[in-house]
Nanobody
């Protein structure tokens, strides 16, 4: 099973940018859809963005459309989340996940990376 490690979180001012990365181990990375989720204190984990195995299809939560971009590099076993125009409400722990091709089942999760956006 694939193992995932996120990086790139940090503290940024509102309007700033961050780029999250997720490194995957295992030879089957390219067979998985990949996604990013986030969880803020006291709130449930929520979907942010997903990308299919080939990188040709992407899906975004409405609250990040136009600001965040998900991408993947199957040769490097990585998936990235470029986050622009960050808002204080984007503050959360961000998780990388690997899942089924229809985005319905997420079978592996990383430990998360904290993103804090100050106003």
């Amino acid at each position: 099973q694939v193992q995932l490690v996120e990086s790139g979180g940090g503290l940024v001012q509102a309007g700033g940018s961050l780029r999250l990365s997720c490194a995957a181990s295992g030879r089957t990375f390219s067979s998985y859809a990949m996604g990013w989720f986030r969880q803020a204190p006291g709130k449930e984990r929520e979907f942010v963005a997903a990308i299919d195995w080939s990188g040709s299809d992407t899906v975004y939560a409405s609250f990040v459309k136009g600001r965040f971009t998900i991408s993947r590099d199957n040769a490097k076993n990585t998936v990235n989340l470029q986050m622009n125009n960050l808002k204080p409400e984007d503050t959360a722990n961000y998780y990388c996940a690997a899942g089924s091709t229809n985005y319905a089942n997420w079978v592996a999760w990383g430990q998360g990376t904290q993103v804090t956006v100050s106003s």
